[in-house]
C-alpha cells in the first residue's frame, strides 16, 4: 500500500523557519508532480506549492518569496523549506504525489506559527 510520511511541522515564532519533508513508499509508478497543501480551521485547503517533472514550480501568491519547494527522485521525497513565516501560515499541511494513474495523500502535519 502506497504510503506518504510527513515530518517537521511543530510550533515555531513569526519570523522563524520550518523544513517539511514527505517521503513516499510502495508507489508503483513515477511521481509526475508533488505538492504541498494546507488547510486552517474553518477553511478549504489551498494549494502553497508545487513542483512537476520538469522542476517547473508554481507558489500561492501569499508564499512566494519566503517558501521553497524541492524534490530528490532517487529518495522519492518532497521538501517544503519555509521562512519568515507568519501567524497566517498556521495550518495542517498536507503533501500530495501524482502519478499518471493515481493521487496520493499524506496524512498531514501540523504547523503553529505564534505571533
Known amino acids: 500500500q502506497v504510503q506518504l510520511v510527513e515530518s517537521g511541522g511543530g510550533l515555531v515564532q513569526a519570523g522563524g523557519s520550518l523544513t517539511l519533508s514527505c517521503a513516499a513508499s510502495r508507489v508503483p509508478f513515477s511521481i509526475n508532480a508533488w505538492a504541498w497543501y494546507r488547510q486552517a480551521p474553518g477553511k478549504q485547503r489551498e494549494l502553497v506549492a508545487a513542483?512537476?517533472?520538469?522542476?517547473?514550480?508554481n507558489y500561492f501568491d501569499s508564499v512566494k518569496g519566503r517558501f521553497t519547494i524541492s524534490r530528490d527522485n532517487a529518495k522519492n521525497t518532497v521538501y517544503l523549506q519555509m521562512n519568515s513565516l507568519k501567524p497566517e501560515d498556521t495550518a495542517v499541511y498536507y503533501c500530495?504525489?501524482?502519478?499518471?494513474?493515481?493521487?496520493?495523500w499524506g496524512q498531514g502535519t501540523q504547523v503553529t506559527v505564534s505571533s
Open positions: 500530495n504525489a501524482n502519478t499518471r494513474y493515481n493521487n496520493y
Open positions: 513542483i512537476a517533472s520538469s522542476d517547473i514550480t
